[in-house]
């Protein structure tokens, strides 16, 4: 497994907490900056979205991907030791049962629920622990656990929990360093590794503010359902799927068009995606009096588990027409 491929998926991080993320894409930045000899500039902002800065022109464009993922917070230290806690981002409770976690500082456990079919509510993780005396030197209400799992890979597949969040971030990165002809961007380009996306697309928000693109692609994952008795027209090794329309967003024709085209030049199978969710694209094109917006997907099979897959060849071909995008948008 590629090695900074390696290191996000194994790195926490929980909305609110992108900051040991942050820190492996800060050095990746650097390592790029160093090797191709440019100009890159490298800010935070105040809601903690990490900006990167390329090329130089009248023109803002925004490339976006989130860095945190779902996760739990603790609620109550029971008497018997158990934590009662709950969901943070899309996690559907039938779907975190037995599963194993672990909270920011390093304390495991497994998650279960009081009944069959659960609420969020009725979610509590236990410790292997007899009292509140001893599961509350461990954990304490307001800690942050994620869901951890075994990773490996198979047949040009990966498969690790938060998989869908962390690779985001590993092809925006590749796609920083593959840029061809980035010295002679004569526009600027602001990739934005986004914060506090799973409650509320809150670093989406604040950077398209603070920014003002006149263009803002974004780089997210779609759900797909492509097994035995799954519903999906989406699918693995179906290339990078353009999202045509959701809940939150029609994506813009001028967008359409450049990702289209690029995906032609380069020979690149697409899919287009017509679903019920909802991206950043959805809160970002509303934003300083309305912004050309488009997100392109990588599928992701058992989303928000212990045990996402992702193809090899989906995230690969994401990075090179994401590459091709930008040089062609810096014309």
Partial sequence: MDKLMENLIRTFGVSSKESYIKNIIKQEIEEIKNSKEINIGVTEDGIGNLIVKIGRGNERIMICTHMDNAGIIATLVEENGFIRVSPIGNLKPEKLVRSFVKFENGTLGRIDASKDNPSRDELFIDLGVSSKE??????????????????????????????HSKLGCYALLKAIRGIKEAENLNK??????TSQMEVGFRGARAAASGIKPSMAIILDSVEVEDYIGGNSALRLEGGPAVCIY???????????????????????????????????????????????????????????????????????????????????ISI
């Fill in 134 to 163: 001893i599961a509350s030197q461990k954990v304490k209400e307001g800690d942050l656990a994620e869901v951890i799992g075994q990773g490996f890979i198979s047949d040009n597949r990966i498969v690790a929990p938060n998989l």
């Fill in 188 to 193: 600027e380009f602001y990739f934005i590794f």
């Fill in 246 to 328: 959701d809940k939150s967003l029609v994506i813009h024709n001028d967008i359409k068009k450049i990702i289209e085209d690029a995906a032609e030049k380069l020979g690149v199978i697409t899919q287009y995606n017509i679903g019920n969710d909802r991206n950043e694209g959805g809160i970002i094109h509303k934003e300083v009096g309305g912004i050309k917006t488009g997100v392109i997907e990588i599928p992701c099979r058992y989303m928000h588990t212990s045990g996402e897959m992702m193809s090899l060849k989906d995230i690969d071909d994401t990075i090179t027409l994401i590459c091709y995008v930008v040089d062609k």
